[in-house]
């Protein structure tokens, strides 16, 4: 609704830069570049007062399509379900091996 102006100066210094941005080495190819690219622009018309649009950048790493599976236990060693009340940071994280992975609803841990 600002018709003298593309960008607020105020509200440009209120939500940019990002302070982090997370993304694997498919995604910063493809989303990061377009969205640097196209501040750059802006920067250099003087539009935005910031060269990069991010603070910080965490690469998770490359996507090898393989799965791994992550299971908790409570403090009984008992597994406790992912739609279950009880809050997953009082528990015990364990990776399952995928063949002991079962994708049946009704299957449940002994």
Known sequence: KNSSTLVDKAKESYWGPVDIYVGGAEHSVLHLLYARFWHKVLYDIGVVSTKEPFKCLINQ????GEVEYTAYRDN???WVSADSDSSLSDCIQEKVPADKVCSDPVYSFG
């Open 61 to 64: 790493g490359l996507i090898l």
């Open 76 to 78: 009984e060693g008992k």
